[in-house]
């Protein structure tokens, strides 16, 4: 999975000014499954979230998403990357920013091109490529309480 992109990270220095704390170009979005590249861009965690927390967290450990906080990711989806059905407890913005996919939904399926959002709130679901170039997505996933539906929680699975 090859992508290359620019991150800039903004903060302030000693005296409140108004800086860029990192300005990079990434090459490449590492293989986490067969097909299935993703970065993580930046991370949190609590609400309100602490714009005072030095470092780059974006190197911190996270899960698929944060029960407690916000997760700012890069995913490009090979054509026939490996499937992998789950739900988190977040809401979740997306932007398809190249390429095409099929978000399979419980029976429905849903085509996405460059340029489509989604609003992804807490369902069950799955990507598939059926297409012939990578599609990269950019999410942001914002910790949620799990859906109660059917009188039952609907927890993260996958």
């Known amino acids: ?14 005296d409140g000014r108004a800086v860029v704390m990192i300005d990079e170009l990434k090459h490449e979005i590492p293989d986490r499954r067969p ?3 993703a ?5 949190t965690v609590g609400f309100p979230v602490d714009n005072e927390e030095s470092g780059d967290l974006a190197l911190r450990e996270v899960a698929t998403s944060e029960t407690n906080g916000t997760i700012f990711r890069l995913v490009s989806y090979a054509p026939g990357a490996a499937p992998r059905n789950h739900r988190t407890e977040s809401i979740d913005y997306a932007v398809v920013l190249s390429g095409e996919i099929d978000m399979e939904l419980d029976g429905v399926t849903v085509h996405l091109s460059a340029g489509d959002l989604l609003v992804q709130r807490g369902t069950i679901h799955n990507w ?4 012939k170039e990578n599609c990269v997505i950019a999410f942001v996933l914002i910790g949620a309480k799990p859906v109660n539906a059917g009188g039952k929680s609907l927890t993260a699975i996958g």
């Not at 970065?39 to 991370?43: A, C, D, P, R, T």
């Not at 598939?128 to 297409?131: A, D, I, T, W």
Request: charged content about 15%; cysteine-free; glycine content about 16%.
């Open 1 to 14: 999975m090859h992508h290359t992109y620019r991150r800039v990270v903004t903060g302030h220095d000693v």
């Open 35 to 37: 097909g299935v590249g």
């Open 39 to 43: 970065q993580v861009i930046w991370s």
């Open 128 to 131: 598939v490529n059926r297409g």
